[in-house]
């Protein structure tokens, strides 16, 4: 697992009221599902994706590349994730990578990130190679898949 | 998908101190997770696994039997679900059938639910015909799996 | 009661990842904290303290004045309630007056709000006339007190 | 602050489906609540109210004595709470003593524990010295008050 920051992991500021990156939840989050799986897991950047720049992407392909797994899962914004999706589809072959994320942080109580990480984790052990976005309880193949900006959920292109 | 019950759908009662059944936090549970999956849901019974009588488990197997849909998820509470994974892997041919559940009930905020209920709604997806468990993020076949009473996770049988 | 606003009734917008005001919370902390008092209440405005204009305190002022009780809480950012609670002072003779608010939002699960809304609620039952903020489990006379912005909290101003 | 047990302190054994007491979420809760009072925190027991034996009884009063302060918060059971307040009125002068508890359990997430420790710890700082119950936002004298056990609240006898 690659860990990239995105709404999973953003925290409340109670001193400014903004949101920010201070560390990742996953591992609580794996604790709380009572997940059992056998996770290597490298936090790579701690970013909104919004931010993200074409390095970043680089240094996300090149860590799957250099990885001894066949299985990856990414926790990634949700704003640029079909960029990202599509960007991993051309520098990565003979790998199952999956993206996910979560529309409300995992901090603030009614987030969707448990479930996602849930489905997302067990979609990346039966799928095969290729690049995928894992949301809604959906699987889209990465460059057939937007991000609906207004009801905030992911949609085939057709 | 067919609820059963099981720790899953427990509710503290504040009158009595004890746990029981009220009704099933399943679209809750999709509704947090932000699920865009089409799908049927049934109430099936409301009890805990260890209550499950022959009959019980009768009723399951032939609504499943009697489902239009190929893919099935079902539920249950994790004290007799390997029980019942062997009785519907007699009763039930030619279809993919997924049971899940709960460690610690979801309205107690550190469950397991939400985690499992996303993982075993992907796995349901995907899997070929036949009865799964899955939990701990982990799925297994019918058959090969027990639960390990001490540790509170399940394994699969060598 | 009245409410204007504030941390405790932010809520996380999932389409764009900013804080916004929807409704208060209130009802449903009330509701959480099996509260069994007889209460009256209103929402002024939902706003951030940090954007009360001179003519918002004025309404507060004036609802307080208005108002047949002679214990009112108040709910207020926490940002310029100092401000608020010496204008009330000045502008409010003869009845108990509480001010009190959150640092996180009560919709994000380590919020202190239930626990500031507990105490502020007793401190109003049983104070003399004046007008206090009632936060971090104490209570402070208006004109006494300051927010400590470094640390989050509010102390005596000796 | 004396712990006695009760709800509040109540967590779920997700082994074997039960109730059980592991330690004290006091901590966790004053943290929570950004609470800034200078406490003393002490367990005398983790019990279930309903299992107090009337040495237990003697053990708070006796605690209640011997501390060096004036105004003690106690966590106990609602069960018996009315007995223990009773009980102490006789035993223990001179000192404000209020008990409080939960009608759910803090770690259930719907719990009122909360919020009930903030009213809690706003009356023990402010009324005149005897015994109280604070429960649902409202303040009760020892031998004035019963829980109502089909509504789950406490009422004032009349």
């Keep these: 697992m690659f860990i990239t920051g995105g709404t999973f ?9 903004n949101l920010y990156f201070k560390e990742t939840h996953l591992f609580e989050m794996l604790h709380l599902g009572r997940s059992r799986l ?7 950047m ?14 996300i392909a090149k860590a799957c590349n250099l990885s001894k797994s066949s299985k990856i899962l990414i926790t ?8 990202t999706a599509e960007y991993l589809m051309q520098q990565c072959k003979d790998k199952t990578i999956v993206l996910t ?24 052990q039966v799928l095969s190679p290729g690049v995928y976005i894992v ?10 898949v937007k991000k609906n900006t207004e009801k905030g959920e992911f949609e085939a292109i057709i």
């Design 9 to 17: 992991d953003k925290e409340y500021n109670e001193l400014n009221g």
């Design 38 to 44: 056998d996770l290597s897991i490298e936090t790579l």
């Design 46 to 59: 701690m970013k909104d994706s919004l931010d993200f720049i074409e390095e970043d992407r680089a240094i």
């Design 76 to 83: 990634h914004g949700t704003d640029t994730m079909t960029i």
């Design 101 to 124: 994320g979560a529309m409300v942080p995992y901090k603030f109580g009614s987030s969707d990130g448990l479930f996602n990480l849930g489905s997302a984790l067990a979609f990346v």
């Design 135 to 144: 949301m809604n309880g959906k699987v889209f193949e990465a460059g057939k």
